[in-house]
């Protein structure tokens, strides 16, 4: 069964709705601004979430020293990089923290795929390429057709909502589904919403 990723929690009440609705994962955003949240502000939330989600850390070029007290704090469980994070990058940061790791792609072609392949992360998240050089949380999706196959587990992003989590699932089958905006009322986490995405992956 695909799982799910519920991203950009920020909010105790956002804990709250997780911790009853159990997707499989969320994610703390230490990137950006939208979404952006303070270690101190994850260290908080994380203490109070069910242990059975994971919690993911979403990194933007960011600085080994910081991704690595935050795992091996545990107040991440799984590291995601989303910047232009290289091989060379990925194989120190497994020297100082033994955590998986995500690799972000932002889908061009396959060729982008398939390059990215290459880093040897764990996983790949396969996500919508932005002209304006956005790394992610663009809320629009992307041509399926660019996904290879048998390129293994693989998160997928972009775009998602209740309106078309149904059709992309049956039609690419990815280990685990990452929401953020199809989720949200108003730039919130909606209960809701997180709700109907979670029944319409598990039914």
């Not at 590291?79 to 955590?99: A, P, S």
């Amino acid at each position: 069964m695909t799982k799910i990723k519920i991203c950009g929690l920020k909010r105790l009440q956002d804990i709250e709705y997780v911790n009853e609705l159990l997707p499989d994962f969320i994610g703390f955003v230490f990137a950006g601004t939208k979404r952006k949240i303070t270690d101190e502000k994850a260290k908080e939330l994380k203490t109070v979430l069910n242990p059975r989600i994971k919690a993911v850390g979403v990194f933007v070029n960011d600085t080994l020293e910081h991704i690595s007290f935050l795992a091996n704090n545990n107040i991440i469980d799984i590291i995601q990089l989303h910047g232009d994070e290289d091989k060379e990058y990925i194989e120190n940061l497994r020297k100082i923290t033994n955590k998986q790791i995500i690799k972000a792609v932002r889908v061009k072609n396959s060729q982008s795929v398939i390059e990215t392949k290459k880093i040897k992360a764990d996983y790949l998240l396969l996500d919508t390429f932005s002209d304006s050089g956005e790394y992610g949380g663009t809320g629009k999706t992307f041509n399926r057709e660019y996904i290879p196959k048998n390129i293994g587990n693989y998160f997928l992003a972009g775009g998602l909502n209740r309106n078309n989590l149904e059709e992309i699932i049956k039609d690419v089958k990815p280990y685990a589904v990452d929401l953020s905006s199809g989720v949200e009322t108003d730039g919130f986490k909606d209960r809701e919403k997180i709700k109907k995405v979670i029944e319409i992956v598990r039914q």
